[in-house]
């Protein structure tokens, strides 16, 4: 007779881990992007973009449009590629038992995790800072910062990518 191969608590924990880092790529790539804060002596405002903003924003300006912005709206959409691929892949391991993606599929999630956030940083610092200043005294300042977009989809990154390279372990 057969014996019937039961699934582990380890392989449904290293799937619901990598489900949850899958869901948060998605989720973090539609929700607001970047915020811009202006800071001054009359007013303090903040301004929040998704990535379709900041793409059509980027497209109105022309040649003197964001830099770094074309790098880090791609790798947001391949971070997300490689989150669902990283599920998948523990999802076929672990239940299927079919081995057809090789840990490749989870570094290369943690490492397009980590140029993301690398290019995130870049846009942030290299955009639309300013200071305007009288005597020495700062009448307004403005910078881009991180919104909760970018900081879903990092953690989501290594919420995928991690149990897909824990999956293959031996």
């Not at 619901?16 to 001054?40: C, D, H, P, Q, R």
């Not at 074309?70 to 999802?91: D, E, K, P, Q, R």
């Not at 995790?113 to 005597?135: E, H, P």
């Amino acid at each position: 007779m057969a014996k019937k191969k039961s699934i582990s608590l380890g392989a449904i924990i290293l799937t619901a881990i990598a489900l949850v880092g899958a869901v948060l790529t998605i989720t973090g790539l539609f929700l607001n992007w970047t915020k811009y804060s202006v800071e001054s002596v009359l007013l303090n405002k903040e301004y929040q973009y998704t990535l379709k903003d900041l793409a059509e924003t980027n497209s109105n300006l022309g040649d003197n449009g964001f830099k770094m912005f074309g790098a880090m709206n791609a790798f947001a959409y391949i971070t997300m590629i490689l989150a669902l691929v990283s599920f998948a892949s523990v999802a076929l391991a672990k239940f299927l038992n079919m081995k057809l993606i090789k840990p490749v599929a989870a570094l290369l999630t943690i490492l397009s995790t980590i140029l993301l956030i690398v290019f995130v940083c870049m846009f942030c610092s290299k955009n639309a800072g300013f200071s305007f200043s009288i005597a020495g005294v700062n009448l307004a300042d403005g910078k881009f910062g991180w919104s909760v977009g970018p900081i879903l989809m990092v953690i989501g990154g290594f919420l995928s990518g991690l149990p897909a390279l824990a999956a293959y372990k031996k």
